[in-house]
């Protein structure tokens, strides 16, 4: 059975085709900076986005069909799957993620549900293999239940800790069967309302806990991939636990976790925590903790999670310069954690969606290429800090300068004399003369 009958394998025509489905920037084989633009950008499908979202918000109903053609839940679910692997292979993406209930509907009792993912595993194992897809992600939704109204692991109830335990172990394990490449934490309702009813030191330990018996558990069962947090500030609780990156670095620091974890980014995410996309991944690169993405863009003049695909290519370009300078990707991707808006309702606007994102993408890694390549903005860095490789900096630096040292250095001095402009508009320009030299 076809779903998207009407839609073929999206090719690469370039930027002068004006074929709406069509890539004109993302050529799958081109080598770009020493590799594939397919194995610089790894591409992901999100499962829940794209195979399950209809449309909903919080004033209307869907508008989008997401029935795959019965009403039959487990059927719906497989049909879904089907769909799934047709539309990765019409866009050329290797990888998707999903979480427990994107795949396989929730039973009526934990047992029922993880027969139900059972069935599902089987199935997409075999079109995993048959349509040459790999799975980059998987994680347990465990926020959409009304159990976890007050959190999962931080739960102030035991019973629900326990219960998103089994879930999670279960997750793990359908993860670890489809090889997937990592799981992510992402804490939907790990965070409190009002701090009069909450044991926030108590429910901090605990999400430490659960991540401490979920990378054990893991490992033991043979798990090879990467465990990530993805940081969000607020929505759905007022506050996550996981802020932002430098806050879940603290805290896999202050638990012992680091050496375990790294960093799932998402843009619209950065932009709710008052910081830029690009801030983000910077602060999980100069920390060894850059790991995944979700590739996604926020509107700036919306206070929520709005999830739009991204097409903002000063945002992707930054983005993929910091990827380049991490060394690329190892085992995350770029994972569209993005829905078409739900005034684009139709399957056609699901592929044009996915190849504005992907051509945006392809965009941003061709411009950061450039940029490196260019070197004007990273030797103008390197200039400004440049006293700091010789004299009283390089003592700096590495240690040796005490105090007194560094009085008698500024009583000779009298005053600093040199301070350099940090000349930020003709690096914007720069930028802009890499991004549209035409
Ligand atoms: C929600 C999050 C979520 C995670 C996976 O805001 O982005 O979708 O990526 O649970
Ligand atoms: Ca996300
Ligand atoms: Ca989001």
């Not at 839609?7 to 770009?32: C, M, R, T, W």
């Not at 633009?37 to 195979?51: D, I, K, P, V």
């Not at 932009?271 to 690169?285: C, D, N, P």
């Not at 969606?353 to 450039?370: E, H, P, Q, T």
Request: with cysteine; net charge negative.
């Amino acid at each position: 059975m076809e779903f998207f009958e009407k839609i073929g394998k999206i090719q690469y025509e370039g930027a002068s085709s004006q074929n709406p489905l069509a890539f004109h920037f993302y050529n799958p084989d081109e080598v770009i900076a020493g590799k594939t633009m397919r194995e610089q950008l790894r591409f992901a499908m999100s499962y829940w986005h794209t195979m399950c979202a209809e449309g909903t918000d919080m004033f209307g109903v869907g508008t989008i069909d997401k029935s795959y053609g019965t009403s039959d839940p487990m059927q719906s679910a497989k049909n879904k799957a089907y769909a799934a692997f047709e539309l990765m292979d019409k866009l050329d993406i290797d990888y998707f993620c999903f979480h427990d209930r994107d795949v396989a509907p929730e039973g009526e009792s934990l047992a029922e549900s993880n027969a139900r993912l059972d069935e599902i595993t089987v199935l997409l194992r075999s079109l995993m293999e048959e349509h040459n897809k790999k799975l980059l992600w998987g994680t347990a939704n465990c926020f959409g239940n009304k159990r976890y109204m007050h959190g999962a692991g931080t739960a102030p109830n035991a019973d629900v800790f326990a219960f998103a335990a089994a879930q999670i172990k279960k997750a793990i394990e359908i993860t670890t069967a489809l090889g997937g490449e990592g799981y992510v934490f992402w804490g939907g309702r790990e965070g409190y309302e009002t701090l009069l009813n909450t044991d926030m030191a108590l429910e901090q330990e605990n999400m430490a806990r659960l991540m401490r018996m979920t990378v054990d558990y893991a490992r033991s069962i043979g798990f090879t991939g990467d465990f990530y947090i993805e940081p969000k500030p607020k929505e759905p609780t007022k506050h996550q636990y996981d802020f932002d990156a430098s806050t879940v670095l603290a805290f896999l620091r202050k638990y012992g976790l680091d050496r375990d974890f790294k960093l799932n980014i998402e843009a619209n995410h950065a932009t709710l925590a008052g910081h830029t996309f690009q801030h983000e991944l910077r602060v999980a690169r100069i920390n060894g903790a850059f790991g995944s993405i979700d590739a996604n863009q926020g509107d700036m003049l919306l206070g929520w999670d709005t999830d739009q695909f991204p097409t903002n290519v000063y945002e992707t370009a930054l983005c993929m310069y910091e990827v380049l300078m991490s060394g690329g990707f190892t085992k995350g991707g770029l994972n569209f954690d993005a829905k078409a808006r739900r005034g684009s309702n139709t399957a056609e606007d699901l592929f044009l969606s996915y190849i504005a994102g992907m051509d945006a993408f392809a965009l941003g890694l061709r411009i950061a290429d450039k940029m490196i390549r260019d070197g004007r903005i990273d030797a103008f860095v390197s200039k400004r800090y440049a006293s700091y490789q010789s004299g009283i900096g390089k003592r700096i630096v590495e240690g040796t300068a005490s105090m007194q040292e560094l009085e008698a250095y500024a009583l000779a001095m009298g005053d600093v004399t040199t301070n350099t402009s940090g000349r930020q508009e003709r690096l914007e320009s720069i930028m802009n003369e890499i991004m549209f030299t035409i």
